[in-house]
Nanobody, 124 residues
Framework: QVQLVESGGGSVQAGGSLTLACEHS????????MAWFRQTPGKQREGVAG????????KYADSAQGRFTISYDSAKRTLYLRLNNLKPEDTAMYYC?????????????????WGQGTQVTVSP
């Protein structure tokens, strides 16, 4: 059974930092497209950062560039997102997603599996 379990969310003040983690169960495919998305009530899920575990440069949304860092530890089967210099507009539920093949990393419909989400709340 496929499982993705996010953790690391919380409440911080503006300017603070958090590290999100997403541990996943084993997949048949050894190389995966993985990404972090976020969603606020009434809005579509938006891509924050993505990577391919087989290599290549990570991808970032403009809002994340320079502040967030995505990484992957294959030994732990865990995807990370380091959030620095957080702003109130970063407040959202953050989800990790896994895709076995995609064209655009930032499109949520490209992902096959999702975790349950972890809440990030940033106060002014």
């Amino acid at each position: 059974q496929v499982q993705l379990v996010e953790s690391g969310g919380g409440s911080v003040q503006a300017g603070g930092s958090l590290t999100l983690a997403c541990e996943h169960s084993e997949f048949t495919y050894s190389k995966l497209h993985m990404a972090w998305f976020r969603q606020t009530p009434g809005k579509q899920r938006e891509g924050v950062a993505g990577l391919y575990t087989g290599g290549g440069s990570p991808k970032y949304a403009d809002s994340a560039q320079g502040r967030f860092t995505i990484s992957y530890d294959s030994a732990k089967r865990t995807l990370y997102l380091r959030l620095n210099n957080l702003k109130p507009e970063d407040t959202a539920m953050y989800y990790c997603g896994v895709s076995f093949g995609l064209r655009n990393w930032y499109q949520s419909f490209e992902y096959n599996y999702w975790g349950q989400g972890t809440q990030v709340t940033v106060s002014p």
